[in-house]
């Protein structure tokens, strides 16, 4: 099975598209969360989720929108009623098993703090194995990641709407095969493995 992986869109929903048009043809496509801003909220890339049945958690924009600090983006009337409920819906961690392959995805620290960053050396990086799977999916960071800890496959796709500045690879999003373990992080600049 094919499994596009995307994260940290931040309302861009050109970017979006352009990143779900380019991976060509999928079985299934996983966001690990930040779909939108914590300040602003876009129904154009919540619609294009839904209807794509992009499997999604909950990021830390996400996560301000529902809490009290979110109140002013929640009753601005920008959030239609179906994508404020799909919000609400968004589960913090993801688990599936595809192939045999026992698959975790979370948008940032799967442990408290959750909007804690992970980058590999970092102390709950090294955690990472206690959850059990084989492969772990992590967004958050914007950086774009394929590395193992323990012999567990950890997969951060960088960001399909906002890259930064020390990713020279631009909007990224990547591509598993779960037969094969194969993950490629691709952007719209080329191919890197």
Known sequence: MKLGIISDIHCNVSALKEALEDMGQVDAILCAGDAVYQYRFCNDVFDVIRQRGILTVLGNHESVILSPQGERVRTSGQISAENFDFLESLPINLEMNVDGMRIFMTHGSPW?????????????????????????????????????????????PGSCGEPREYSRLGHTYAILDTKSGEVVIKSLKGEWR
């Open 112 to 156: 408290e703090p959750h909007k804690e960053y992970l980058f590999p050396g970092s102390h709950k990086f090294r955690r990472l194995p206690e959850l059990g799977a084989d492969v772990i999916i992590l967004g958050h960071t914007h950086y774009p990641m394929v590395t193992t800890e323990k012999g567990v496959l950890v997969v951060n």
